[in-house]
């Protein structure tokens, strides 16, 4: 399996919080990427990195942002989490744009 | 619009009962075609590439074909542990990805 870890992979907040998730891999692919998962639209990307410090937006960015300070590491901050924001959440990672893209096993958010 | 549909939605289908899904793509500049699977509670699993017209994948009972306009995959003789549900993905040349929303397969022992 591809050296994916999200944290945390359980998560229950509040309208209004800011909520941060975190992607750690251990492959030093180049890229790595957010996604949300929700019933009827399959996964969509967030945002995605293309190395430290570059990234740019997908197709569902607003409300999110993200940054990558390290190879390994891609994190996802909700600055004021809503309700629609409630989804599963999944990393992944490719050596090339590409390429296959392996995923994590996702962060269940839960925004009440 | 660029899209990716997969049909069916849902399939249910008897041990040994070989089938087929079906993902059709309408998207411009198509640089490769991807085919995952996803268990209940995990992430999508990395099963197949495709790149061109014509190209064929095999993996155990599992095989992944591509046409202009469409890729399938074919499961001989499934068993129960086949059960899950099946994703594919276009990226095309605007260097992005996009996934259908999955075909969930069920074995029936």
């Known amino acids: 399996d591809a050296g994916i870890t999200q944290s945390p992979r359980h998560k229950v907040t509040e309208t209004g919080t800011p909520v941060t998730l975190r992607c750690h891999q251990t492959e030093n692919h180049r890229y790595m990427y957010w996604y949300r998962q929700d019933p009827g639209h399959g996964l969509r990307l967030i945002h995605y990195?293309?190395?430290?410090?570059?990234?740019d937006k997908g197709e569902v960015s607003d409300g999110y942002s993200v940054s990558r300070s390290k190879t390994e590491d891609f994190l996802l901050t909700l600055e004021s989490a809503t309700s629609s924001q409630t989804s599963v959440y999944f990393c992944?990672?490719?050596?090339?744009?590409?390429?296959?893209?392996?995923f994590g096993d996702g962060t269940r958010l839960s925004i009440l | 619009e660029d899209q990716v549909t997969q049909s069916p939605e849902a399939l249910r289908l008897q041990e040994g009962e070989s089938s087929s899904l079906n993902c059709s793509y309408t998207v411009s500049g198509l640089r490769g075609l991807f085919w995952y699977r996803q268990d209940p509670g995990k992430g999508p699993e990395f099963l197949f590439t495709?790149?061109?017209a014509g190209e064929e994948k095999e993996k155990e009972r599992l095989k992944a074909t591509l046409t202009k306009k469409e890729s399938f995959l074919h499961i001989t003789a499934p068993k129960p542990e086949d059960s899950a549900t099946y994703l594919c993905?276009?990226?095309?040349?605007?260097?992005?990805?996009?996934f259908g929303k999955g075909t969930r397969l069920h074995i029936l022992p």
């Open positions: 990195s293309y190395g430290v410090k570059d990234t």
């Open positions: 495709l790149y061109s």
């Open positions: 992944a990672i490719s050596e090339g744009e590409d390429q296959p893209q392996h």
């Open positions: 993905a276009a990226f095309h040349r605007d260097d992005k990805i996009i």
